[in-house]
C-alpha cells in the first residue's frame, strides 16, 4: 500500500511513458474522430497520429469501439458544475443556460457533437455513454432547478417534469449544435424569459 509520501510523488519511468503514450492515442483519436466521424475512424489511423504502434492501443483496448466510448466517457465524466441555487428560477435558469453555453462551445464538442447524436442511433454502446455520460447528469441539474421553483412555489406542483426538462436543456442544444445560431448574453436572456413563461403553463 502506497504511503502518502509515495502518492504525492510525481509518477517517472514506465508510468510516465504510459500516460505519455495515452495521452498521445486520445489526443490523436479526437482529432481523427472529428476528421472522419465515428463510423469511419480506424484503430490504425489512430495508431498513426499518435506516432505508435497499434498494439498499444489493443493493450488499453480490445476493440474501436471499446477505445472511443472510454474515451468519450472520461472526457464528459465531471465536466458539469454544480447545480445553479439562486433562490430564483429567472436567475437559476440564466446561469444553468450559460453553463451549458459553455460546454456546448467547447471546440471539441462543436467538431464531433452532432455527428456522435448521429452515430448514437446506429452504436448502442455509444448511445448508452452519451445517455448516462452526458445526458442524464444534465438532466438531473434540470430537474433540481424545477424541483427547487416547485418547492418555493414559483411553479405549479403539478408541473411535466420531463417535459420541463426537455423545454430547458433542448433548445439551447439545437440551436448550437445543429442550426449553429447566435447564443449570446441577450439570446439567454429572451431564452430564459421563454421557458419561464413556458413552465408556468405546462402542468398536467
Same mark, same amino acid.
Given at each position: 500500500m502506497a504511503t502518502k509520501q509515495e502518492e504525492g510523488r510525481p509518477v517517472t519511468g514506465g508510468a510516465a511513458l504510459r500516460r505519455q503514450v495515452t495521452e498521445a492515442i486520445t489526443e490523436a483519436a479526437f482529432t481523427e474522430l472529428a476528421e472522419a466521424g465515428y463510423a469511419r475512424i480506424s484503430m490504425e489511423a489512430v495508431a498513426r497520429r499518435a506516432g505508435v504502434g497499434k498494439a498499444a492501443l489493443y493493450r488499453r483496448w480490445p476493440s474501436k469501439q471499446a477505445m472511443?466510448?472510454?474515451?468519450?466517457?472520461?472526457?464528459?465524466t465531471g465536466t458539469l458544475p454544480p447545480t445553479p441555487a439562486t433562490g430564483a428560477l429567472r436567475t437559476d435558469l440564466r446561469e444553468l443556460f450559460a453553463l451549458f453555453r459553455g460546454q456546448l462551445a467547447h471546440p471539441l464538442l462543436t467538431r464531433i457533437g452532432a455527428g456522435l447524436l448521429a452515430e448514437a442511433g446506429r452504436d448502442d454502446a455509444l448511445a448508452e455513454i452519451l445517455d448516462t455520460g452526458v445526458a442524464a447528469p444534465r438532466r438531473a441539474a434540470a430537474r433540481a432547478i424545477l424541483q427547487g421553483a416547485i418547492d418555493r412555489g414559483e411553479l405549479q406542483p403539478g408541473l411535466d417534469l420531463e417535459l420541463g426538462v426537455d423545454l430547458l436543456i433542448a433548445p439551447l442544444a439545437f440551436r448550437m %449544435?445543429? &442550426?449553429?445560431?447566435?447564443?449570446?448574453?441577450?439570446? %439567454?436572456? &429572451?431564452?430564459?424569459?421563454?421557458i419561464e413563461a413556458a413552465l408556468k403553463a405546462v402542468v398536467r
Open positions: 472511443l466510448t472510454e474515451l468519450i466517457r472520461d472526457k464528459v %449544435l445543429v &442550426t449553429h445560431g447566435r447564443s449570446d448574453d441577450e439570446y %439567454l436572456e &429572451t431564452l430564459a424569459t421563454a
